[in-house]
Every structure is written in structure tokens, then in C-alpha cells.
């Protein structure tokens, strides 16, 4: 049993990374929420081995999130502009990829939980609402809500993302 859970995480964890990071907005809370995930997971491991293990973490960190946020144990630290560094590659994508990262992390908990989950994970409405236990409506809500709001504080990115994608 341990050896097919070391297995996964050895496989997983980058991708299952950078979906926490999306989550949280930040490295040192992603690490924490997808090492929770993890615990959680092994104690279930030989119930959901032979199912889809991957979904079962993405879930536990999406509920977990959400439960970290309501108790207000998350300090959400809002930037306008993200912060420059020496050093730092200054290309257009990595321009674009900090530029998003700032606008997510001024969405809330759910609301980013559900721009990752339809537009990163590629879910449908209803399986969005599976995944975090609510109804279809309050998905869409909340996907209104946070693609107004990203529309509001980032402008810019609509107009920049349209230009890179495929037609």
C-alpha cells in the first residue's frame, strides 16, 4: 500500500502543485494545503487506489481551501501590481502569468476555486458543483462573479489573453 502512495505523490505532485498554488495565490500556503490533501488521501488510500486517486486529492483541496478560508485562517494579501524582482525573466508570458496570479488572488476562495476548476481543469458547471458540494446556480454565480470582477481589476488581461490564443 505504501509504495503505490509513494508512487503517486512522486508522479503527481508537481501537477497537484501548481493547482494548489492557483488556489491559494501563494507557494508556502499551496505546499501546506496540498500536504493536508495528501495526509488525507492516504488514510482512504486502499478505498480509492483503484478508482481515480488525482481526483480524489483535487477534491480534498478544494474542499479544504474553502474550509480554510470560512474559518478565516487565511490572511489574503491583496497587491495591485506584483512585486519585481532582480533577476527576473521579464518576457511577455512570465509578464502575463504574474499579472493573472495577482488578479486570482483578488477573487475569493470560492470564486477562484471556481475559475480553476472551469477554466485550468476544463470541468463542466455541474461537475464544478460536484467537486465542491454546491448546486449548479451557485457555480454560475460565483463564475459571473469572478470573471466580472477579474474583467474590473485586470482589463488588460482579456485584451492580452485574446491575442495569444489559437483562432
Known amino acids: 500500500m505504501t509504495e503505490t502512495f509513494h ?3 512522486v508522479h503527481r505532485s508537481p501537477a497537484l502543485s501548481r493547482r494548489a498554488y492557483l488556489l491559494t495565490g501563494d507557494h ?3 505546499e501546506d494545503l496540498l500536504q493536508s490533501a495528501l495526509a488525507r488521501t492516504y488514510r482512504h488510500w486502499r478505498r480509492i487506489r483503484g478508482g481515480d486517486p ?3 486529492v483535487r477534491r480534498v483541496m478544494y474542499h479544504q481551501q474553502v474550509s480554510w478560508w470560512r474559518r478565516r485562517r487565511l490572511a489574503e494579501r491583496l497587491e495591485s501590481e506584483p512585486t519585481d524582482r532582480p533577476g527576473a525573466d521579464h518576457s511577455d508570458a512570465t509578464a502575463l502569468r504574474l499579472a493573472l496570479a495577482a488578479a486570482l488572488r ?3 476562495p470560492r470564486q477562484r476555486a471556481v475559475v480553476v476548476l472551469r477554466f485550468y ?4 458547471e455541474a461537475q464544478v458543483a460536484e467537486v465542491l458540494g454546491c448546486s449548479v446556480g451557485t457555480v454560475k454565480r460565483h463564475g459571473h462573479d469572478a470573471v466580472r470582477r477579474l474583467r474590473a481589476i485586470a482589463p488588460d488581461l482579456v485584451d492580452r489573453t ?4 489559437p483562432r
Do not use: G, K, M
Not at 485574446?162 to 490564443?165: L, M, N, T, V, Y
Open 106 to 108: 483578488q477573487l475569493t
Open 162 to 165: 485574446a491575442e495569444r490564443s
Open 28 to 30: 508556502q500556503l499551496a
Open 121 to 124: 481543469e476544463d470541468l463542466t
Open 54 to 56: 488525482e481526483a480524489y
Open 7 to 9: 508512487e503517486f505523490v
